[in-house]
C-alpha cells in the first residue's frame, strides 16, 4: 500500500489528494457543551450557592445533556440499522487466465448498502459490484436475498433489488445541501464484515475533489468532483454503506478513505445523497444514468484569478475543447469563463459540471461567458458523455446449480457402488465455483430436488429450468449405501 494513499473502503486504490483539515472530534463538541453549560449557571445564579452544592448540580445537568445526547444516537442506531445491509460480491475467474479450472477460486468483495424504498431497492457503491456475477445482500435480521444488479461507472453507484413478500425497512433520505461543516456525521455499515457497526463524527469539510485509480484496471479511474469530507470512523467494508445526520436521515455514501495503513485517520469521503438522487431516479426508470456533455475542462476562478480575467467568479476553461465535441461547435475556446447556463449562476468548476451533466441529452442551453473581459453568450445543444464500457458478469456452469448430470445405468451404479434400484441421476460433474460444489460431489446420486424427484436428465433440468437465482433449494441425494441431504444456493 502506498503511503498517503485514498483507498476504497472495499477495494485498494491509490489517489493523490490535498487539502487535510484538523480533526473534530465527539469529545471535543461534548467538553465545549460542558463547558458553556457550566458557565451559564455560574453567571445566572444571583444568591451564593455552596461550591458543593453547584458543582453537583452542574454535573447533574451536564450528565443530562449528554444522556439526551446518547438517546438521540441510540434512536438512530434503532431506526437506520434494520435498513442498512451487507453486500457480498464474488467475480468468478476468467478462462484462459494460465489456472487450472479446480485450482481457480472466485474474488470475494465485501461492502455495504443501505435499503432506499420499502420493495427492496438498495443504495451501495458500484466498485463494490463491480464485474460480480454473483451478488448476496445480507439484511440487519440475517435474512440473505441474492441481487440484481443496476450500475453506474461514472458516479460509482448502483442499485440492487432484493424481492421478498414483505415489505423492507428504508432509510429516510436527506438534503446533503443544507450540510454544514461541525454537523454530527454517523457511519452505519459493515467494516471489517463486522454488520451494523455504528460511529460518530462531525462533517470535517465540503466539496472535497478526488480521483481514484485503479491498480488492475490502470487505464481506468472515477473521478468525485464534490464528496463531503467526514471524520467518523470509516474503514474497507464501509464502501456503500449510509453516512447520516442527527435527524437519522441519510446525507451521503461512504466511499473512499485515506490512510496509510488501511484503516480509518479520520479522513474519509462520501458521495453527497443529493448527487446520488440524480443517479438512482434514472437507474430506477431507465436501467442507465445519461449525462450531458459539453467536452470542456473547466477549473475554479480563484480571488486571484478573478481580477486577470475580469470577472467576479465562474468556471475557467483550461484548453481547447476537442474538435467534435458540442463546446467547441459553439466556439467556446480555452480562457473563456462560463457564468451562467439557461440563467443558473456558475460559481465555480462543480456548478458547472453539475449543472452539464444533469441536463438531458440533446437539450439546447444557453451558455453565458467572458472572453478576454468581454461578456459574450452562445446557444449550445449538448451531446450524451460516452459510456464507459462495464464489464459483464461471467456466466457460471452448465445450468443455474452448476452441475452436470447423466443418467444412472448398472455400470455406474457399480462404479460408485449404488443400489441399481435407486432412481436418480448421478453426478458428472460440478463447476468448483458454484455452492454446490461445497456439497455434492462427482458420483453422487441426486433423488430429489425440493419436492420434485429427478429419475431422469430430463426430469433434472425440468427442475433446474423452474429455479430462480438467489433461490435456496433442498436436495436428497446418495452417496455410496448413505442418504444424504443439502440447501444450495442457486447461482
Known amino acids: 500500500m502506498q503511503n498517503c494513499s485514498l483507498k476504497y473502503c472495499s477495494v485498494k486504490l491509490r489517489l493523490s489528494t490535498r487539502n487535510n483539515l484538523p480533526r473534530l472530534s465527539f469529545m471535543t463538541r461534548s467538553s465545549a457543551t ?21 458543582s453537583s448540580s452542574s454535573v447533574k445537568s451536564s450528565l443530562s445533556t ?22 457480498f460480491s464474488s467475480h468468478a475467474p476468467r478462462s484462459g487466465d494460465g489456472s487450472s479450472k479446480s485450482s481457480r477460486k472466485r474474488a470475494p468483495v465485501t461492502g455495504s448498502g443501505v435499503v432506499i424504498s420499502k420493495d427492496g431497492w438498495i443504495l451501495t457503491n458500484d466498485h463494490v459490484v463491480d464485474g460480480a456475477d454473483r451478488v448476496t445482500v445480507k439484511l440487519h435480521d440475517g435474512r440473505e436475498f441474492m441481487g440484481e444488479v443496476r450500475r453506474d461507472y461514472h458516479s460509482d453507484l448502483a442499485l440492487v433489488k432484493i424481492t421478498s413478500s414483505t415489505p423492507f425497512p428504508a432509510a429516510r433520505l436527506g438534503d446533503s445541501d443544507k450540510l454544514k461543516i461541525g454537523h454530527w456525521a454517523i457511519a452505519i455499515g459493515s467494516p471489517y464484515r463486522y454488520e451494523g457497526s455504528f460511529s460518530v463524527g462531525v462533517v470535517s469539510s465540503m466539496f472535497r475533489r478526488q480521483e481514484v485509480f485503479d491498480f488492475n484496471s490502470p487505464n481506468q479511474g472515477r473521478f468525485y468532483p464534490n464528496m463531503i469530507q467526514t471524520d467518523a470512523a470509516i474503514n474497507p467494508g464501509n464502501s456503500g454503506g449510509p453516512l447520516c445526520n442527527i435527524s437519522g436521515e441519510v446525507i451521503g455514501i461512504n466511499t473512499t478513505i485515506e490512510s496509510e495503513a488501511g484503516g480509518s485517520v479520520g479522513i474519509g469521503f462520501a458521495i453527497p445523497i443529493n448527487s446520488a438522487k440524480f443517479v438512482v431516479s434514472q437507474l430506477l426508470e431507465k436501467g442507465r444514468v445519461s449525462y450531458g456533455y459539453l467536452g470542456v475542462s473547466p477549473t475554479d476562478v480563484t480571488p486571484k484569478m478573478a481580477s486577470v480575467l475580469r470577472v467576479e467568479r465562474g468556471a475557467l476553461i483550461e484548453r481547447d475543447p476537442e474538435p467534435s465535441s458540442p463546446g467547441a461547435k459553439s466556439g467556446l475556446q480555452a480562457g473563456d469563463v462560463v457564468v451562467s447556463i439557461n440563467n443558473h449562476s456558475v460559481r465555480n468548476e462543480l456548478d458547472l459540471r453539475t449543472l452539464v451533466a444533469q441536463t438531458i441529452p440533446g437539450t439546447t442551453v444557453k451558455i453565458n461567458y467572458v472572453r478576454d473581459g468581454i461578456p459574450g453568450n452562445i446557444q449550445v445543444t449538448l451531446g450524451e458523455a460516452p459510456e464507459i464500457p462495464i464489464e459483464k458478469p461471467h456466466t457460471l456452469g452448465t445450468a443455474q446449480l452448476g452441475i452436470e448430470v447423466q443418467s444412472l445405468s448398472d455400470k455406474l451404479a457399480d ?10 441421476v448421478a453426478v458428472k460433474a460440478i463447476d468448483p465455483d458454484c455452492d454446490a460444489a461445497d456439497k455434492l460431489m462427482v458420483g453422487a446420486v441426486i433423488i430429489k430436488i425440493n419436492d420434485t424427484e429427478v429419475p431422469t436428465v430430463q426430469a433434472f433440468h425440468a427442475v433446474v429450468a423452474s429455479l430462480k437465482s438467489g433461490d435456496l433449494i433442498r436436495i436428497r441425494y446418495q452417496v455410496g449405501k448413505d442418504r444424504r441431504f443439502a440447501l444450495v444456493s442457486v447461482n
Request: proline share 8%.
Open 66 to 87: 449528554l444522556n439526551e445526547m446518547q438517546d438521540a444516537f441510540a434512536a438512530i442506531a434503532e431506526e437506520l440499522e434494520p435498513a442498512v445491509c451487507t453486500v
Open 34 to 54: 460542558l463547558l458553556i453549560f457550566m458557565a451559564g449557571l455560574y453567571t445566572s445564579s444571583s444568591l451564593p450557592v455552596p461550591a458543593q452544592e453547584k
Open 415 to 424: 462404479q460408485y457402488r449404488i443400489p441399481q434400484k435407486l432412481q436418480g
